[in-house]
Nanobody
Framework: QVQLVESGGGLVQQGGSLRLSCAAS????????MGWYRQAPGKGRELVAN???????TYTDSVKGRFTISRDNAKNTVSLQMNILKPEDTAVYYC?????????????????WGQGTQVTVSS
């Protein structure tokens, strides 16, 4: 079972920066994709950024040019550097991991979530 623990959230003023980190309980080298989602009050959970084993990254349009996702397979961590933060970035941020296993019965998808970390951007 993969466990994910986030850290680095907090309160920051508009235009400031925060760095979120996600530590996995297992080696992430075989995890297909790791990413960050966020959920603002009264809204659904949305993908913020994603990075594959090969290093391919995906960002939601609203954070492109401001956020950078990275992974360190040696440390089993994924980070999200958030710059030029805006009040609309305020949300609980969740780390997510997705991978597949192959067995006699075929390919099975799996995923895991962290407990979430609060990011609050004041105007």
């Amino acid at each position: 079972q993969v466990q994910l623990v986030e850290s680095g959230g907090g309160l920051v003023q508009q235009g400031g920066s925060l760095r979120l980190s996600c530590a996995a309980s297992v080696s992430i080298s075989s995890i297909t994709a790791m990413g960050w989602y966020r959920q603002a009050p009264g809204k659904g959970r949305e993908l913020v950024a994603n990075i594959t084993t090969g290093g391919t990254t995906t960002y939601t349009d609203s954070v492109k040019g401001r956020f950078t996702i990275s992974r360190d397979n040696a440390k089993n961590t994924v980070s999200l550097q958030m710059n030029i933060l805006k009040p609309e970035d305020t949300a609980v941020y969740y780390c997510h991991a997705a991978w597949r296993t192959v067995s006699y019965y075929g390919v099975q998808p799996h995923d895991a979530w962290g407990q979430g970390t609060q990011v609050t951007v004041s105007s």
